[in-house]
């Protein structure tokens, strides 16, 4: 039996019994449940090492078993950013001790966060200012974290602080993982366009960290974030199939809810248009997995995809918002106005359009920075 195979099988037969539990939209305490049931079969992140909790797969077989998932309507993980970001990270750098860490966050035990930008330090990433003294075996932290996502659900952080402020801007900053419940750190949720509170920002006032949680060496944070950096890039590929799937959708259920309406014309047009869109950017995908077949490494594909998903995902929230017309606001299709408004942030999170337009100026088409 094939891998899909297997995870077919292993969907048929455990996605129907959690639906009954929890509905075809679970809430934060489903989706953890899904995953820690998906983690029984070790799927959750197949393509970390079988000593880890994976499956060692490769990276276009994983991405295959992504594309399972999505078209099974499976719920996404809970403890995304641990697993997408942190764990890979602390599985190349981490220590034996730290690397224990790892099944709990496959499994969803522990739920972790990044605490990387600041007010000051958004898209400069280096520029942060949070600071650690050392102080006997400890790290003596102070400083403030901001817009970090799920920092109110987590257990822990994957914490940059400056530890040489004499050092030059990329140098001189060290990765800390931190317990949240240590004393001196403060947690605030920050309320939403939304209504809802899905960043925190975090305050430090003294918190005392061991030495032995750093996740590199001392002053070489930089070259540890640039790994959390990379993996939490690399997933861009499943982006462009989730894009056309959700075109696809959308086209669908116009058709089911306006049998024999006909749109008006501008409003027709501007569904064309992201429809194209939406298969352009499968195209891109495929060439991506393509260049990943071939090479081991995506290539310049991914950053466009970055980039157009995220200009892309405004543009389809408009359109849909556009076709639900005053069914938006009302009960029952809530969910478009509120998707509407989630895109606002595509075009900050994971590296902001105007960051992702220079990486492709200077990294792409060889532009002079």
Known sequence: MSVINELRGFLEEHLPPFRAQWGDA???EGRLAWQATLQTGRWVAPQWAEEHGGRGLDVVTALACTEVLAEHGAPSTAG????ANVGPTIAQWGTPEQREHLPRILEGSELWC???SEPGAGSDLAGLQTRAVRDGDDLVVNGQKIWTSDGTRAHFMQLL???DS?????KGISCLLVPLDTPGIERRPIRQITGESEFAEVFFTDARVPLTNLLGPLHEGWRVTMTTLGHERSGVVSYASAVQREIEATVERLRADRTGIELAPLLRDELVQRYVEGKVLGILGQRSLASIRATGQPGAEQSIIKLEWSLFG???ART????SGARAVVA???DVATGYLRTRASTIAGGTTEIMKNILAQRVLGLPA
Do not use: C, D, M, N
């Open 332 to 334: 029952g299709e809530s």
């Open 166 to 170: 004499t050092a030059p801007k990329h």
């Open 314 to 316: 405004q543009r389809l």
């Open 114 to 116: 990044q605490g990387f």
């Open 161 to 163: 602080v400056r530890t």
């Open 320 to 323: 849909r918002l556009a076709l």
């Open 80 to 83: 995304i950013f641990g697993v």
């Open 26 to 28: 679970p809430t934060f």
